[in-house]
C-alpha cells in the first residue's frame, strides 16, 4: 500500500496550475492508494460544483488525475474555516480503494468558521481486500497555544480511533519531531506509531526548510508532516517527495511518502 500526505498550501503558490498538474502527474506515477491533502481549498463565492464549488482544489486534481488515467479516485473533505477573506479552507483525503463510510469531526475547541483556528478532520474508512482500514487527514495546531490546547486537539482526534481496526493519521501536525516533550512525544504517548520511524528505508524526513505561515522566523529543517499509524507495520520506505530532490517543489511543505507491506 502506497500512500501520500501534503501540505499543498493551494491557491497561495505561484505557478499554481503548474504545480497543480505536477502533484497530479507524480499521484499518477507513483500510484499511491490513499492521499492525505491539508489546506485545501475553493473560493467561498464560486459557483455550486455537485456538493464542492467550481475551482475546488481538490476537484481540479481529480479533473487531472483522471486526465491522467486514474479514474476511480473519490474525495471526501472537511470544511475548516474561511482563510485569506476570499477562501473556504479544508482538509481532504482522496482514494481509489472502495470507500465504505465517511465521517468528519472538530478537533479544536472552536467551531466557528470565522475563526482561523477552527480545525476538522475527514474520515474515510476504505475495503483493502478483505480488511478495513480507517483514514484521518489531518492538520494540527500549535505546542504551548493557550486559545487551542494541542492536547485537546490530540484527545479529540484519539477519541476517534477505532479501537480494533488499522488506522492511518495523515498530514500536517505542526509539531517537529526534533523537541522533546512536545507534541511529537504526546502523539506518540498516545499510541501512534511513526512510520518513519519503522521503515528500511528513509531520508531526512524534513518537510519544512525556513519561514512558512505558522513557523515565521523559524530558521532550522523541521519535520512535522507524518503518516502514522495504529499498530506496528513492515514499512518499505519512508521518503520526503516535493522538496525539490525527489520531484519538483509544489508547496511550502514538502510531501511524505510511504510504501507498506500489508
Not at 103 to 129: C, E, M, N
Not at 181 to 201: F, H, P
Request: aromatic content about 12%; hydrophobic content about 35%.
Amino acid at each position: 500500500m502506497k500512500l501520500l500526505t501534503l501540505n499543498c498550501h493551494s491557491w497561495q503558490e505561484e505557478q499554481q496550475l503548474e504545480k497543480l498538474d505536477i502533484l497530479a502527474q507524480t499521484i499518477a506515477e507513483r500510484d499511491y492508494d490513499i492521499i492525505a491533502l491539508q489546506e485545501v481549498s475553493q473560493l467561498t463565492d464560486a459557483e455550486p460544483d455537485g456538493p464542492f464549488k467550481k475551482g475546488h482544489f481538490g476537484l481540479e486534481l481529480l479533473k487531472r488525475l483522471k486526465a491522467a488515467g486514474r479514474n476511480n479516485d473519490q474525495m471526501h473533505w472537511a470544511f475548516c474555516h474561511y482563510g485569506y477573506d476570499i477562501y473556504e479552507e479544508g482538509v481532504a483525503i482522496l482514494t481509489r480503494l472502495p470507500i465504505v463510510e465517511t465521517d468528519s469531526f472538530f478537533i479544536s475547541q472552536s467551531l466557528d468558521p470565522d475563526h482561523w483556528k477552527t480545525r476538522a478532520v475527514p474520515k474515510v474508512t476504505v475495503q483493502y481486500g478483505e480488511k478495513l482500514i480507517d483514514v484521518f487527514s489531518c492538520h494540527l495546531g500549535w505546542w504551548g497555544d493557550e486559545e487551542e490546547p494541542y492536547e485537546h486537539q490530540v484527545r479529540q482526534l484519539m477519541a476517534q480511533k477505532h479501537p480494533d481496526r488499522l488506522s492511518f493519521f495523515m498530514g500536517d501536525f505542526n509539531n517537529h519531531a526534533g523537541l522533546s516533550s512536545e507534541g511529537y512525544d504526546l502523539l506518540q504517548e498516545n499510541g501512534l506509531v511513526d512510520t518513519y520511524l519503522l521503515a528500511d528505508e528513509k531520508d531526512s524526513g524534513v518537510t519544512v526548510f525556513g519561514t512558512i505561515a505558522g513557523w515565521e522566523g523559524n530558521d532550522q529543517p523541521l519535520r512535522i508532516d507524518y503518516i502514522f499509524a495504529s499498530e506496528a507495520l513492515k514499512v518499505r520506505s519512508s521518503r520526503v517527495i516535493f522538496n525539490g530532490d525527489h520531484y519538483p517543489v509544489v508547496s511550502d511543505h514538502f510531501g511524505v511518502e510511504v510504501d507498506i507491506e500489508m
